[in-house]
């Protein structure tokens, strides 16, 4: 990140939502890297750019595609990477040939000869990478969003080197860490298939128990079970569905028609109070010990500072009881025992990372199969190594530009966006518990042009409505807004519930919900309460 | 200060350095080109004190307290910044160094609440510093006047007093506070804040000469300044200058106490970037959150939330 040339930030705020990421992206631009920002809001960290690419909510693929193109027909295609390490380049070529650079200006809104400076550069670049978060991934084509920022990676060979890549940041403490762990709905521990039947024979012989073969069901997928009936208990640990989720009354209405939910939390979040049962918890990161991974892969420890609230529990402690009351006595390992069956049943993962490991390096990068193993700086290198070492080719995969499921009409003419402020987080279970001077509550940005269009003052409270339902809150003209954009947060669900508007669509393949689009109307709140006080 | 070895991963095709070779105080030395001759000092066990430099911001050479004498050079040098060169000859602590920091370090304590600096009595100490000889300190100014001083204006001194830049705390928001009657004006909180890591650039030093003091622009409150809270100037300021709210109360109710503190490592909460958070606990409190300097995610540095956003695991322990 320090020392690379071109950094494309793609669908992400890192300059509020990861702080001290951005931190070494500056030091990346001190040192002359060129950073491109692509987000329908100028941020706080588009203000960083050397170009701002301001394309429309949605238009992602259409703008990959578009550069994809213009780097063939430029003839700045890696082209040994390409035929030595890479897959359906053909198919690909073909795929985007219809995306010319005014098919790509009309679908994103950015300016042909922007979208071809930017391809150049990228494909120009000794190094290049892009980074993203929730502005790629908070799509009902999640998945394919991603791909087709690997497909501009692998066009150009930045990839598996040095300063270059595909970097997700991950926006939670140990996201990636769950994964790690095979918390996840078609994963064994270290990402392992779980309807691969060899690996399945193995963990059934470590864990002396019948697996079922087949994968489970995603956050959404289980909302859509709930709605047919056919699941009808719950156990939430540490997430907050009740206001986190898109569509918020209908998922209140599904929790509430749960036979059972079970909440282990450490405060008393709404869906814990939703709960027929809560198990009040320590809060792991620093009244517990264990581990997280960080978005460069970095295991690292969590220790104990402090001891919990009277009453409640270690969440391993939790977790073996409830086992020893469904006929499972696992006794009481402790943090570091139930890693170190992590390290042996994913050896080729995480064998190398003992706690003494982790400590003594300041945590290790995965892979790291044993313990003279360094960790991992980058991945993927074995894609410049000779034939023999290379192992399988890279896919490029087709996808084609859609936009978002719900476009701005006559009857809700704006596109509602969300995301993250600095100081607040989430739906504000933690973040609501400290006073801050940038605490401002939730606002609706709107642009100065909407505003003025509107009759909207500034911090006026309006009413944004979607096919959904209505919430009222204070108006901020913000001149980072293009017209015809608004933004607004998830950060105090008690008096803002933002999920009352957003859309309950989601991508089939990653299971995201589409939280980065939906059409709204925004009114002035008080309006005609004025008008009619004034007449009397 | 030790670094990690992922702190210095670099990309794989750099070029290895040329080894220096020098002579510290008779003792010769072989160090990597670019070296410091503080840092070259460290590696022979030569401690040589410091206010103004950190391992984590560049050399702003302004405290004047780790100057050393080189072979050849009319001036001493701030061993801080000047790399080491072939054959360099330096001495650390003959009577021309320990004279020089005498001095300073007296000028300083005459003028400036040291009572919260870390180390400071034994510096004072061992250097045999005697600040009460430019006499009783002046009477602290009233909150806003230092922050008002127009360059140019003078008023004469006041023989009767060592001038001082004694003045009230500014207290004005929840998080943090700046008792510049403490402040050596190191520069440290205005790189911190600046190019060296968070790039905000909400503080400044105004004014010139005495009346130099560190401000944000137009001297408004923090809370109408660019301010973002992640209070990266707290973490390298060497006073106690800057100070958290939390721990600036209980110093003032006099329940601080480090004796009693326990400080743990773990990993900060919110988002996946992963930064070590120092919990500093005193009777199961959580009083501050600091990072280690030589943590190759951090730096030592911190966002709002992981400084300040960690009161939701203790509303009972402070109600």
Redesign the interface.
């Given at each position: 990140m320090e020392?690379t040339d071109v950094v494309f930030l793609w669908g992400s705020n890192a300059r509020a939502?990861?702080?001290?990421?951005f931190?070494h992206l500056?030091k990346g631009i001190?040192n002359g890297a060129k950073l491109y920002v692509m987000d329908p809001r100028r941020t706080e960290s588009a203000q960083?750019a050397d170009v701002w690419l301001g394309l429309n909510v949605g238009s992602d693929i259409a703008l990959s595609n578009t550069m994809a193109r213009e780097i063939i027909h430029a003839g700045l295609v890696h082209e040994e990477f390409v035929s030595n390490a890479t897959s359906g380049y053909e198919d690909y070529k073909a795929s985007v040939e219809s995306y010319t650079l005014d098919v790509g200006e009309r679908l994103t809104g950015v300016p042909a000869d922007v979208i071809r400076d930017a391809a150049h550069v990228f494909a120009k670049a000794d190094r290049a990478m892009i980074c993203w978060t929730l502005g790629i991934t908070e799509h009902h084509d999640a998945a394919d969003n991603v791909l087709a920022l690997i497909n501009l990676c692998l066009l150009t060979g930045h990839v598996g080197r040095?300063?270059c890549g595909c970097n997700p940041?991950?926006?939670?403490?140990?996201?990636?860490g769950g994964g790690d762990m095979g918390a996840i709905p078609n994963k064994y521990p270290g990402f392992q298939e779980i309807t691969d039947g060899v690996t399945r024979l193995r963990f059934e012989k470590h864990w002396k128990t019948k697996l079922q073969p087949n994968a489970g069901l995603n956050l959404t997928q289980m909302l859509k079970a709930m709605e047919a009936g056919s699941l009808k208990a719950l156990f939430v640990i540490g997430e907050n569905p009740a206001q986190s989720d898109a569509d918020g009354h209908h998922v209140e209405g599904l929790l509430e028609g749960l036979d059972h939910l079970v909440v282990q939390e450490?405060?008393m979040t709404k869906t814990a109070s939703l709960a027929h049962v809560v198990l009040p918890a320590a809060?792991t990161?620093?009244?517990g010990e264990g581990t997280?991974?960080?978005?460069?892969r970095?295991v690292?420890?969590?220790?104990?500072?402090?001891?919990p609230?009277e009453g409640a529990k270690d969440e391993l402690w939790i977790i073996a009881e409830i086992a020893k009351r469904l006929g499972h006595d696992w006794g009481h390992p402790t943090a570091e025992e139930v890693w170190n069956e992590f390290r042996k049943v994913a050896a080729d993962f995480a064998g190398g990372m003992s706690y003494k490991r982790l400590e003594e390096?300041?945590?290790i990068q995965w892979p790291c199969p044993d313990e003279s193993h360094?960790g991992t700086?980058f991945l993927h290198a074995r894609l410049w190594e000779k034939r023999k070492k290379r192992g399988p080719a890279a896919p490029f995969t087709v996808v084609r530009h859609e936009g978002p499921v719900e476009m701005p009409n006559e009857e809700y003419p704006l596109l509602l966006t969300t995301g993250r402020r600095?100081?607040s987080?989430n739906t504000g279970?933690?973040?609501?518990?400290?006073?801050?001077?940038?605490h401002w509550g939730e606002m609706v940005d709107i642009s100065p042009e909407d505003a003025a269009r509107l009759g909207i003052a500034d911090n006026e409270e309006v009413r944004v409505t979607s096919r959904r339902g209505s919430v009222v809150a204070p108006a901020h003209i913000d001149s980072t807004l293009r017209a015809g954009l608004v933004f607004m947060t998830l950060h105090f669900p008690d008096d803002v519930a933002t999920n009352l508007l957003t859309i309950d669509v989601s991508d089939p393949k990653s299971g995201t919900a589409e939280f980065k689009a939906c059409a709204v109307r925004v009114e002035r709140a008080f309006a005609n309460v004025l008008a009619s006080s004034n007449h009397s | 200060m030790t670094v990690p070895s992922f702190v210095q991963i670099r990309r794989p095709d750099r070029e290895p350095k040329k080894t220096i070779e020098l002579q510290i105080d008779g003792k010769a030395v072989k160090v990597p080109e670019g070296t410091t001759i503080l840092t070259a000092c460290r590696t022979l066990g030569i401690e040589i004190p410091t206010l103004c430099y950190l391992e984590t911001l560049r050399p702003v050479n302004v405290c004047r307290v780790c100057m050393v004498e080189v072979e050849g050079s009319r001036v001493l040098v701030p061993s801080c910044s000047r790399q080491v060169e072939a054959g360099m000859v330096v001495r650390t602590g003959n009577d021309r160094v320990n004279h020089t920091r005498k001095m300073v370090l007296e000028m300083l304590a005459s003028s400036v609440d040291l009572s919260t600096t870390p180390g400071m009595d034994e510096l004072l100490e061992e250097y045999d510093c005697k600040p009460e000889r430019y006499g009783p300190p002046a009477p602290p100014a009233a909150a806003g006047v230092r922050d008002a001083a127009v360059c140019g204006h003078h008023t004469p001194p006041n023989p009767d007093f060592a001038a001082t830049v004694a003045q009230p705390p500014m207290v004005d928001n929840d998080l943090y506070i700046r008792d510049y009657a403490k402040c050596v004006l190191c520069y440290k909180c205005v790189e911190a804040c600046g190019v060296d890591h968070q790039n905000t650039f909400a503080i400044a030093v105004a004014g010139r000469g005495f009346d130099a003091r560190i401000s944000t622009e137009l001297a408004v409150e923090l809370p109408d300044s660019a301010c973002v809270y992640c209070g990266n100037c707290i973490a390298v300021c060497p006073t106690g200058a800057l100070m958290a709210k939390r721990e600036f109360d209980m110093r003032s109710d006099g329940s601080w106490d480090e004796e009693k503190q326990k400080a743990t490592d773990t990993i900060c909460p919110y988002c996946g970037v992963g930064c070590t958070l120092t919990l500093h606990v005193q009777g199961n409190e959580i009083v501050k959150a600091t990072s280690p300097l030589d943590n190759g995610v951090t730096l030592g540095n911190l966002c709002i939330k992981g400084r300040f956003g960690w009161r939701f695991v203790q509303r009972n322990a402070e109600s």
């Open positions: 020392e939502a990861h702080p001290i990421w931190h500056l001190h960083w040095w300063g940041l991950r926006g939670q403490n140990n996201v990636q450490i405060v809060a990161w620093c009244e997280v991974t960080n978005s460069e970095r690292q420890r969590c220790r104990k500072a402090s001891e609230p390096l300041g945590g360094p700086t600095l100081e987080y279970v933690q973040t609501a518990g400290y006073d801050s001077p940038l | -």
